[in-house]
Structure formats: C-alpha cells, structure tokens
C-alpha cells in the first residue's frame, strides 16, 4: 500500500468517521467519534485536519450531502 501501519490506521478510522457520519446526522460528533474508534473528539479533529485539510464538521456535512 506505501503506507506503515499507523498511518493506514488513521486513514481506516477517518474513512469509518466519514461512513458513521453519512448514516448517522443526528448523532453529535463525540458520538460519532467514538463509534469510529477515535480515543475523543479532539483526536478526531486532529486526523481531520492532518488527512483532509477539513474539521470534522465540514467532513460530516460534505459526505452527508453527497449520501443522499
């Protein structure tokens, strides 16, 4: 793949966010991020900013869009 395996460690779990986030609007974004593996939500905006250049907010609402 070219990646270690932390680094494809955080990339599975943004993609997981992105799924939970798509199928599940009215949870908050704790919520959603411990259900895709995150330790809190400060972690989440972290992987957020590093792999997409995006808050978690703006991820939700981009892949809640396109779900549709």
Known sequence: MGYGPKVYERIHRINMFIRVAAQSP???LG???ALAGYHDQSHLARDARLLTGQTPTQ???RHSITAE
């Open 26 to 28: 009215t949870k908050s």
């Open 31 to 33: 919520q959603i991020a």
């Open 59 to 61: 991820l939700a609402r």
